[in-house]
C-alpha cells in the first residue's frame, strides 16, 4: 500500500529535477505537470485515456493537502522561470523526459510495467530487462506493433512520446534453455502498477494524476512512527521510493587518514605560578647540607622492553603447556587404567559364569529335580560306563576282562536303581506343585495391554467357576485341621458336585459319606489318610472334565472329542499306540519321529543317554540376540535343539572356527556377513571372546583369508543341503 509521505516526496524530487539527472531509467513513482496551458491539457488527456487503459485504479484522498503544496510549489517554480531559460530546458530535457512502456512477456503472458527514459536506445532498454529477468541480453527480442525493433532506435524513433504509455512484445530466441518468467509473479504482489491521485488543487477544483509504482525487492526500513494514546492507532514513517541521488565525483579522495588526522601546532603556554631557584655566587652562600645527589637509572629501550615482554610470555607459555601436557598424560593415564580395569571385569566376569555354570551343573548332579537333570546323570553314567569299558579292554583279557565287565554291568545296575528311585521321590514331591500350577493357571483371569502399555485383566463366568474349584480344593487338601471344619468342608464339596449327575458325582459323593461316617465313629487321622487321597483325586478328575470346569479346555493337551482328532492321530512305532501330534517331536529337516516323546526319552536313557540342555542354552541365546538385532527374525525359531546339535557336532565339528577350542559352555553362534540375517548359511560357530571381535568385522573378504572363507563356505553348503528338505526352510534359502 502507497503511504501519503511517499508520494510527497516523490512529487518534490521530480520537481527538482533529481530523476532527470540521475539513472537514465525510471526508479520512483512519477507525478509531474508539463508546464503550459495546452500541454497541461493534452497531459491530462493523455493521464485520463492512460487511467482507462490501467487494470487497477486507486484513489488517494488522504494525502490531497500535501499533494497540493507539491503542486503549488512546482507551479511557483515553473512560472516564475524566465521564458529563454524555459525554451532551454525544455529543450535539454526531452530526451530525459519518461514514458510508461508496458513489456509483454510471450507466450508467459505476464506483463512488466515500468517508466524509461524517451531517449534511451533498445539495447539499453534490453540490457536492463536482462539484468531483470536474470537472462543472457543476446535472447531478448522486443517487437512493437508486430515488428521487431532494431537496437540502434530509441524509444523517442520509435513515436513514444513523453508521459505517454505504450505496449512492446519481448520474445525469447531460445525458449528451452532461457525461458522468459518473471522471478516474482504479480498475484503475489498487493500493490497494482500504477494507480490514479486525485488531488485538490483549489477549492472544489480537483486535478486526477496517474503515479506508476516500482516494486523494490529489498523490503522497507521500519522507521518507527507514534501511537495515538485514545485510540490506540500507530502511525508509521513512510519510507521513500525513489534510489537515493548520487552525489557527484568531485576527483577527491574523502575516507582518507590525512583527513581524520589533526593538524598538530606548537604553542607556547604560561604556567600559572611562578617559580624561582638560587644557587650559590658572588656575595650568597647556599647551604647544600640537605641537597640530594640524584643520578639517572639504567634506560630502557623498546627492543629491549619488548624483549622482556617476550621473554614472559614464553615463559607464561611453557608454564601452560607443561600443565595442558601433564592434564593430557592424566586423561591418558586414567583412560589406560578404565581400559585395563575393564579387560579385567571382562577376564572377571568370564571366569564368574564358567564358575556359575561349573557350579549349577554340580547342583544338578547332586540334586536333580527336572527332566533335565535326570539326562545329565544319564549321561555322565554313560560317560563312566565308556571309561570303565575302555581301561578293562586295555588291560584284561580273557575271563578276568569277563569278570570286570560282569562287576561293571552290576555296578551299572545299581546306579541306575538308585537314579530311578530319587526320580520317583522327586516325582511324589513335585506332584502338588504339579497340581498348585494347574489349578492356577484354571482360575487365571484374562489379560490384555492396552497401547499405553498398561495390563487389564478381565473375569468370565467360567474363570470365577475355576477360581471357586481352585479353593475347593484347596481346602480338601489340608487334613490338618480339626472335626468341625473338616466336615463343613466335605458338606460344601458334596453341594457342589450335586449340581450333575454322573458316575465320577456318584463315586465323590459315596467317599464323602463314608469319611463323614467314619469320623462320626471317631477313628483315628491316620487311618482316614488314605480314604481323604481318594477324594482328593476324584475331585482333581472332576475339575479336569471340560463339562464340570469349562475353562480346563484350553490346558488339557488332547481334546477329548473325537471328531476333532480323526485327522491329528499318529501310530507310534514303540509303544504300538495312536497318539496326537502334539505327542510326537519334528525338526527342520522336515522328517517326523516315528516314535513319542515318551518313547523317544526312555530310550536316550537305555541306550545313546545323550544330554541336550548344553544345546538348549545355545539356541536359546541365540534366539535372544536375533531378537534383539531383528524383531522380525523367523529361522532361529524355526530351528529346534536336535538342529543346533547338528550343526554343531555334524558341520563345525564341536570346535570353534578360529582358535578351535571345544569348549561347548563358552560357543556362540553368529552371523557370518552381519549386514545379512542369520541362517545355517550364514553363520559360524566362535567362542564369546570371538563374537565380539568378528562382530565388529565390516568386510569379511579384507578381515579374513581366501582359504579360511571358502572353508567356511563349504560349512554354509552342507547346512543349505540338509535344510533344503523341510519346505517351510527352503522358501527362506537363496541359492
Known sequence: MLEPGETTEDGEREQEGELAKGSPYAVGSSATEPPGGSRDSGRLGEERAYMSRSDVQQDVTDTGTQAEAVLETAEEAQYNTP???EEHDEKSNVKNSTATVKILLVPGGHVMTMAFAIGLSVEEVKHHLASELKVPLEVLQLSLNGRVVEEQQSLMELGIRPHSSTQMEMTSSDPSSYPLRL????????MPDVITVRVQKEEGVFKEMVVEIERSQLPKPFLGGYRHRLTGVEYHHAANQTLLKKRPDKGVLVYSRSTQTVELKSKLQQCSVNMSTQMTGIGCYTSCM??????PGKYITAEEYHSKRLKAVICLQSYARRWLAQEAVEQLRKERTRRLA???MQDRKCKEEKEEQLRHRRKRWLNPQSREDFNLLYHALEKWRIE?????????????RKAALCSLLDQETQLI????????????NNYDKIIR??????????QWRTSSGRLLEMDTVHDVRARELKELYNEISVYTVDKQQRLSYLKKLKKTVEEHECQLVWDIIDLIDREMDLMSREVKEHNLEGLRKRICTLFLQYIKTPAFNPKVVKLLKVHKKPSQLKHNMFFCHGCQRYLCSANFDSSANGCRSRWCRYCTRLDNIARSRDEDSLYKSILRRLRTEEHRLKTEATIPFLLQVEDIRYLIEKVWASCSALNGSRDLYNMVFTRWERQKDWSPWNCILLSKEETSAHTQVEDIHEAYETTFIQWVEQKHSMARQHFSKNPTMAKHLSF
Open 183 to 190: 522471478l516474482r509473479l504479480p498475484e503475489h504482489d498487493s
Open 290 to 295: 640537605n641537597d640530594k645527589l640524584v643520578t
Open 437 to 446: 500350577n494347574f489349578l492356577n493357571k484354571c482360575a487365571a483371569p484374562h
Open 83 to 85: 521564458i529563454d531559460a
Open 342 to 344: 575393564w579387560f579385567e
Open 417 to 428: 536303581a538308585a537314579i530311578g528311585r530319587h526320580h520317583i521321590n522327586v516325582e511324589a
Open 388 to 400: 570303565e569299558e575302555q581301561q578293562i579292554n586295555s588291560t584284561l583279557r580273557g575271563a578276568e
